[in-house]
C-alpha cells in the first residue's frame, strides 16, 4: 500500500480546520465571565474621566503629550484645564472626578506637532496632523470612562473603556 502524497493544496485546509478548533478551544476558555465587570483594579474607584495616550508609531506609550481639556457650553468651548501625560501616557490624576464629573460634551486636544518635534521625528513640514480633537460625551455621571487614544503622524483612533 502506498502512502498518500501531501500536497500543498490538501495540507492548507487541514491546518486551517485543526487551527479553528484550536482557537474554538481557546477562546472558550478564556472568554470573560460578564462584560459589564470592571477589572479588579477598578472596582472601589468612583465614577471618573482618565485617558491613556498611546504612540503607535515609535511602539510607546506618549509621554510629554500637552493636552487641553475643554467642555462645551452651547457651541463655545471652555477650557477646563491643560496637562502633560506622564511616562505612561497617561495623567497623574483623574481629569474629571466627583463634582467636576459632569454630563455633557467634551473635547481632548492633542498636540502632535509638539510632541513629534520633542522627539525629532522626522516628518513632512507641515506635518499632516497638528492638533487632534477628541470629542466626547459623559452621558452617565455614575460611570467611569477611560480614553485610550491611538496615534501616529498620519492618523488615530480612540475608544472608551472603563
Not at 92 to 118: C, N, S, V
Amino acid at each position: 500500500m502506498t502512502s498518500p502524497t501531501l500536497t500543498r493544496r490538501a495540507f492548507l485546509p487541514a491546518g486551517l480546520a485543526l487551527g479553528s478548533l484550536a482557537a474554538g478551544a481557546a477562546t472558550a476558555q478564556n472568554a470573560p465571565t460578564a462584560l459589564a465587570t470592571a477589572p479588579v483594579s477598578q472596582i472601589d474607584l468612583s465614577p471618573r474621566l482618565t485617558m491613556h495616550a498611546i504612540d503607535t508609531h515609535n511602539g510607546s506609550p506618549g509621554a510629554g503629550m500637552k493636552v487641553q481639556l475643554s467642555r462645551y457650553d452651547g457651541d463655545d468651548l471652555q477650557v477646563l484645564r491643560r496637562f502633560e501625560t506622564n511616562k505612561g501616557g497617561r495623567t497623574d490624576e483623574p481629569l474629571l472626578l466627583d463634582a467636576t464629573y459632569q454630563p455633557g460634551r467634551y473635547e481632548l486636544l492633542l498636540q502632535l506637532d509638539d510632541y513629534f518635534a520633542a522627539r525629532g521625528t522626522t516628518l513632512p513640514k507641515p506635518n499632516f496632523l497638528s492638533q487632534v480633537p477628541v470629542r466626547f460625551r459623559i452621558t452617565n455621571p455614575t460611570e467611569r470612562i477611560h480614553l485610550a487614544i491611538l496615534f501616529t503622524p498620519w492618523g488615530y483612533s480612540y475608544y472608551r473603556g472603563s
